[in-house]
């Protein structure tokens, strides 16, 4: 018992806070913001906000009253420490808050470019809304995008950027786009897609410098020698969990909050969900931290019902997508780790998907421009089902067959 408090209003603490009082959880709930908004969608960010002209309202979760008709505080200010023995939160204002279960949703942060110069106006970074709205602010005044990194941040911008009508350069250690996270062939369909738009993609290079007058960017100098000229240079190299508030209390943390498969740390009083924990999966095998709406959603969703009595481990099956031009990618399961893609559709129409196996095992698929096989491909895991490799190249093979 006892009032629950939640470190962090983003995807994963709002929606514990939601959750819990959808199940009939009647006492306190505190909801800690360290952002100048209510609790707000980051997706569009990088998509739709950034195209558009709508306002910060057009990505808020729910409206004020929302909070007030739910009793759910939500209380503007940082933690600063846990005082594990007392179930007391210290917030930076000084004020103290008793818990009886303590929920770190801290997310991540992004991971800063080591340069000189990279602290200037002209570098972007793009997590939270105060950076988007910056961005869209800048962006007509701007001539020559160099972004660094093509992950999924990197390239929806690439790409909003250039409709926007900006030059744009992007420049990628690896040897391909989006190498972490998706298959070759879905890499080089991107890296097509973004080349027919004009951006220029620049792989297995590294900025190893920034140049600026005057407090004012100029450009960029990669590790191959080149120089590109920029007057706005965007950074998306990736994140880094918020896990000090919990190592500071003595909680095991390594990359990232390390949780069970309850997402319970190791104090019994005290869970870690979504970007910041690093959940045990019996599903998987070994540990996972990912970085998606889905993820912080039902991690929540699973920690809520624990809290209100229906403790499960959390088993939800991962998917993702990512919106670059006119081009949208899905991705049901966790396509790491497979031996064997096999396509379905065709790239030269911009529409297929790429099914991962491993052995005969289906680990997930990648669809683009497919939204009927991402589904697809959803509820088959729900099912725990599987289809060859072979039905799944044949297109003339009927997905909705193998799920009746
Ligand atoms: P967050 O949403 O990051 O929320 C954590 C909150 O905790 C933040 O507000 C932070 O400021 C706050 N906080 C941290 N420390 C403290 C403290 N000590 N005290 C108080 N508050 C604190 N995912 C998808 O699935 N699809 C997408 O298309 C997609 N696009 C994205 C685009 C952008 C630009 C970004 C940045 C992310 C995108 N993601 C996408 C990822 C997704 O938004 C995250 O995985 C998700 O927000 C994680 O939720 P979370 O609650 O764990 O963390």
Redesign the pocket.
Known sequence: GGPVII???????YQVAASLRQAGFSERICL????AHLPYQ??P??KAYIKGSAGPESLMFRPEKFYQDQTIELIAG??ASIDRTGRKLHLASGETLPYGHLVL????RNRLLDLPNANLPDVKY??ILDDSEALRLVMPSKKRAVIIGAG??GLEFAATARIKGLEVDVLELAPRVMARAVTAEVSEYFQERHREAGIRIHLGVQATSIEAEGGKVTGVSLSDGRHLPADLVVVGVGVLP?IE?AAEAGLPVAAGIIVDEYLATADPDISA????ALFASPRFGGSLRL??????TDHARCLAARLTGDRKPYDSHPW???DQGDDKLQIAGLTTGYDRVVLRGDPAKKAFSAFCYKGDKLLGIESINRAGDHMFGRRLQAMDRTITPEQAADESFDLKGALA
Do not use: K, Y
């Open positions: 470190v962090g209003a983003g995807h994963g603490g800690i913001n360290d952002e980051r997706p960010l990088s940082r933690a949703a801290t997310g991540a793009l997590r999924f941040i918020n508030l969900i979504g970007d910041c970085e998606s709406v889905q993820n912080a993702f997508w990512s």
